[in-house]
């Protein structure tokens, strides 16, 4: 039965990120947390997450803002690799509160128009990318955190979604192998399960990049906004329960 719901939960997080740039980590994460410990899971929802993206990546490399990416996003896989590299040492229950709340900012920020006087340039842009990179690289939820620090940069759908995914595969370069060279064992004892999750991934990519192309640009960051407020107020129970 697990197989099933870890199934399900890859092709609706491939599908997700494939319309807003985000969603791989924010299902399978606590998917897989369900059975082995969480920061095993943050490790091996790497490997589909970096497969994931990196075909994200070929279907929409061509609409990246390089402005944004070198950046925002060199940043960001800074801040992942740091993260990675001290995770064991955090308190996840508190970051992912932390987490939620900014989330639930984000969102709010951008559905009442409050965002559109929010506009990331300059430091601020390379604070953005430092502190989403950090985050992934903690509680394996970056694309969230990624996704509203992208809404304060003017960018269309397809720029968007593609640069976000740029950046993500300048995180997960940082980070991944940090997780396989730490935990490499006990994540191939998950390989069927890492395979699994791959596969969906891959499916739920192709069904999102559909659903991308049938979005008006007008209704976009509403919707990713809809999006980050649902995951942030789950990552906010969530660490209230832990």
Not at 51 to 70: E, I, K, M, N, Q
Not at 185 to 193: C, K, N, R, T, V
Not at 204 to 227: D, M, N, Q
């Amino acid at each position: 039965m697990f197989e099933v719901v870890l199934l399900l939960a890859a092709v609706a997080g491939g599908a997700v990120a494939g319309v807003t740039g985000f969603g791989i980590g924010s299902l399978l994460t606590p998917t897989l947390a369900l059975q082995v410990d969480a920061r095993l899971a943050v490790a091996a929802v790497s490997i589909p997450h970096v497969v994931g993206t990196a075909f994200r990546f070929w279907l929409l490399g061509g609409y990246v803002d390089r402005r944004v990416l070198w950046s925002f996003g060199v940043m960001s896989a800074a801040g992942g690799l740091t993260g990675a590299l001290v995770q064991a040492e955090t308190t996840t229950p508190i970051l992912l509160m932390v987490f939620g709340v900014l989330l639930l900012f984000s969102a709010a920020a951008e559905l009442t128009g409050f965002g559109e006087r929010m506009r990331f340039e300059g430091p601020v842009a390379y604070a953005a990318g430092a502190l989403s990179g950090l985050l992934g690289g903690l509680v394996g939820n970056q694309g969230g955190i990624r996704s509203a620090a992208l809404l304060g940069v003017e960018l269309p759908k397809h720029a968007f979604v593609a640069t976000a995914t740029a950046v993500a595969l300048m995180v997960d370069g940082a980070r991944v192998p940090v997780y396989l060279w730490y935990m490499s064992e006990p994540i191939g004892q998950l390989g069927a399960w890492v395979a699994l999750a791959t596969a969906g991934v891959l499916a739920g990519t192709v069904l999102g990049h559909r659903v991308l192309a049938r979005i008006p640009e007008r209704w976009f960051r509403r919707t990713v906004a809809v999006l980050l407020a649902m995951l942030g107020a789950a990552m906010l129970v969530q660490g209230v329960r832990s």
